[in-house]
């Protein structure tokens, strides 16, 4: 579902407002994701996965050294636009709602959207778990993305009250000033508009059941990534790495839902956790193996992510209609 209150926020419960770059990171730390860039698929298995196994690079990815960039997957590149089609379909939303809401009587809050890198930063994944030490030291086998918006929202929970206050990535909680509320509810009644457009334009809404054929797809290469003899050989490593310092853990997807009750012994478990990955170079392994998962998998169901490529082209026509008309 689309339901945005901007471009820049979406509600996540009340009125609770939360930046969309947030939550995007949120979303695709649960999600295996690989390699989409230009160049073919040896030079990215060869040149991304096994060269990049030291523990600089492992722990270098953001700025702060708490997340780990991982490129979009094979699979998702059917559904997922490039960075320049993105800022293309965030400036035309942007357009839109400009214009619904200045029809309405308001002034557009959000920013003209500028190009993002679409390579999302995030600290802990399917299968493998918490990803870089600097993200084990800080939050242990925490979602850093979840700690931190728990942080910001524990300092600031007292100004919370009935709904009053919106949440703002910048600035905590913040109180409805006079106005914002109706604001928030044109602009998303300007941006449902844009895209009910949109979904007519790409052919209509998708039935559930061939969405459900192209998610089985990710499913389905996780699935055999995590029995592949090459990823399984390095999970064994991981475990008697681990073993040999105390943990006793089959799999890093053990360790990231165990039930941890002292704080200290969790971070000292995930730290021990990312060294052991980096030492058995699990990490990259594991992306390189579903990397080989997926594009086996699109090889032999072309007509159905053609089809949800397609679909893609149209969302990005759309975007440029409306740019051209506004």
């Not at 820049?8 to 009340?14: E, G, Q």
């Not at 956790?273 to 090889?299: A, E, G, M, P, R």
Request: aromatic content about 10%; proline content about 3%.
């Amino acid at each position: 579902m689309k339901n945005v209150i901007s471009k820049n926020s979406v509600i996540l419960k009340d009125s609770i407002i939360v930046p969309v770059g947030i939550l995007f990171c949120l979303a695709i730390s649960m999600l295996f994701m690989t390699s989409c860039a230009a160049q073919n698929d040896s030079e990215k298995i060869n040149g991304i996965y096994q060269n990049s196994s030291n523990a600089q690079n492992l722990n270098t990815a953001s700025s702060d050294g708490v997340y780990y960039n991982v490129p979009v997957s094979p699979i998702d590149e059917y559904t997922n636009p490039s960075d320049a089609d993105q800022l293309t379909i965030d400036t035309a939303q942007w357009v839109y709602n400009k214009d619904c809401l200045t029809k309405a009587g308001y002034v557009i809050k959000d920013p003209k959207p500028q190009e993002k890198n679409q390579i999302k930063p995030i600290s802990v994944a399917e299968v493998v778990g918490v990803l870089t030490l600097n993200s084990a030291e800080k939050y242990g086998y925490k979602n850093a993305q979840l700690a931190e918006m728990e942080q910001a929202k524990n300092a600031e929970e007292a100004k919370k009250n009935d709904g009053e206050y919106y949440y703002s990535s910048e600035k905590g909680f913040v109180p409805y000033a006079e106005g914002d509320k109706e604001y928030f509810s044109v602009q998303n009644k300007c941006l449902e508009e844009y895209d009910n457009q949109e979904t007519v334009y790409e052919g209509g809404t998708v039935s559930n059941d061939v969405n459900d054929k192209f998610g089985e797809l990710s499913r389905q290469a996780t699935a055999e990534a995590k029995i592949d003899s090459e990823y399984t050989t390095a999970e064994n490593l991981w475990s008697n790495c681990m073993k040999q310092t105390g943990y006793d853990f089959l799999t890093p997807d053990k360790a990231l839902k165990n039930k941890w009750a002292d704080t200290t012994k969790e971070t000292q478990a995930a730290v021990q956790d990312v060294k052991c990955k980096i030492q058995t170079n699990l990490i990259n392994i594991w992306y390189k193996v579903l990397y080989i998962k997926q594009k086996s998998l699109i090889d032999q169901n072309l007509p159905l992510c053609e089809f949800f490529k397609n679909r893609l082209h149209k969302r990005i026509e759309f975007a440029q209609s409306i740019i051209a008309k506004y």
